[in-house]
């Protein structure tokens, strides 16, 4: 079984960067597709990111496109979220999560971490 682990989060002001890291034990990191969903309070879970096994594949959320850039180091059984010109909107629980295929489906996710803050000040 999988365990998840996010960090990085934060409080920042409205144009600065994040750099978010999940790292993933207790299971074959190199096989799992991986995602990012946040959710913002009083909010349901949402879709960011998600990357495949091999990052040949990437999807993002239209409201993150171009701004934020999810990659992984299968080495290090990690995986990253990095935000740039991060808005007051962004603010949210992150949250990372493992399944066998690559999906944008919170459905589709069988592992998940605990979470990460961000908080984003105008």
């Known amino acids: 079984q999988a365990h998840l682990e996010e960090s990085g989060g934060g409080s920042v002001q409205a144009g600065d960067s994040l750099t978010l890291s999940c790292v993933v034990s207790?299971?074959?990191?190199?096989?799992?597709?991986m995602g990012w969903f946040r959710q913002a309070s009083g909010t349901e879970r949402e879709f960011v990111s998600t990357i495949s096994w091999s990052s040949a594949s990437i999807k993002y959320a239209d409201s993150v496109k171009g701004r934020f850039t999810t990659y992984r180091d299968n080495d290090k059984n990690t995986v990253y979220l990095q935000m740039n010109n991060l808005q007051p909107e962004d603010t949210a629980v992150y949250y990372c999560?493992?399944?066998?295929?690559?999906?944008?489906?919170?459905?589709?996710?069988?592992?998940w971490g605990q979470g990460t803050k961000v908080t984003v000040s105008s």
């Open positions: 207790g299971g074959m990191f190199s096989r799992y597709a």
């Open positions: 999560a493992s399944n066998i295929r690559w999906s944008d489906s919170k459905r589709e996710y069988d592992y």
